[in-house]
């Protein structure tokens, strides 16, 4: 009964692959997000979509590729890992755009060696 | 733009001892805030939200925080806090009309026997 679930969990890999992480809502919540945290435990949000709209997409390499096939997913792809992508990457949902509360998942902890 | 400071990096505190931390936040007009809390390993949960009204907002697990606006502030309080309230501890602003949540830098709490 996971509200915000994400996988993988762990993910480690050489750099130059290509990776993706996939999250899934069963909250039925209209936004999700991709936030990175940093080794300092920075957050910062990278993409947002609203109804499989993309609305904030930040100052992400065009390596990242968010996708969303319906309102409850948002895949993110990596191509061509760079060892400074790695991070905890967080998906998130939250029910309107705007104020509403963000519901997180528990992260993927990508390492990139 | 809006932003978030937290000025405390760590803070360690003894169980059953008081707690307060700091958050200040810089938006000309009254921001919507929120206080989350990351256990290790985990995303991050809602612990309390302030959108208007009453200055004085009550949380989750015995937070409270308290609006002022002649400060800009929002500190997160309790009164006594228990060793399961070890974690990092983050402040959050998303201003009106702006989509973005934007994260302080976050607190570390440790808690001592």
């Known amino acids: 009964d996971t509200a915000v679930s994400q996988t993988p969990k762990y993910l480690v890999t050489q750099m130059g692959n290509d990776k993706s992480i996939k999250c899934e809502q069963n909250?039925?919540?209209?936004?999700m997000y991709w936030y990175k945290q940093d080794s300092k435990k920075f957050l910062k949000i990278m993409f947002s979509?609203?109804?499989?709209?993309?609305?904030i997409n930040e100052t992400v390499p065009n390596r990242f590729s968010p996708k969303s096939p319906d309102k409850a997913h948002l895949n993110l792809h990596i191509n061509s890992l760079e060892l400074g992508d790695s991070a905890v990457y967080f998906c998130a949902s939250s029910q309107h755009q705007g104020n509403s509360p963000l519901h997180f998942g528990n992260g993927t902890r990508l390492t990139v060696t | 733009a809006q932003s978030v400071t937290q000025p405390d990096i760590h803070i360690t505190v003894s169980e059953g001892a008081s707690l307060e931390l700091r958050c200040n936040y810089s938006y000309g007009a009254t921001p919507y805030l929120f206080w989350y809390v990351q256990s290790p390993g985990q995303g991050l949960q809602l612990l309390l939200k302030y959108f208007s009204g009453d200055t004085l907002v009550q949380g989750i697990k015995g937070f409270e925080a308290e609006f002022k606006r002649s400060q800009s502030s929002f500190n997160l309080r309790k009164p006594s806090v228990h060793w399961s309230d070890a974690a990092e501890y983050f402040c959050?602003?998303?201003?009106?009309?702006?989509?973005?949540?934007?994260f302080g830098t976050g607190t570390r709490l440790t808690i001592i026997p």
């Open positions: 959050a602003v998303v201003s009106f009309g702006n989509e973005k949540l934007t």
């Open positions: 909250l039925g919540h209209d936004t």
């Open positions: 979509y609203n109804n499989k709209e993309l609305i």
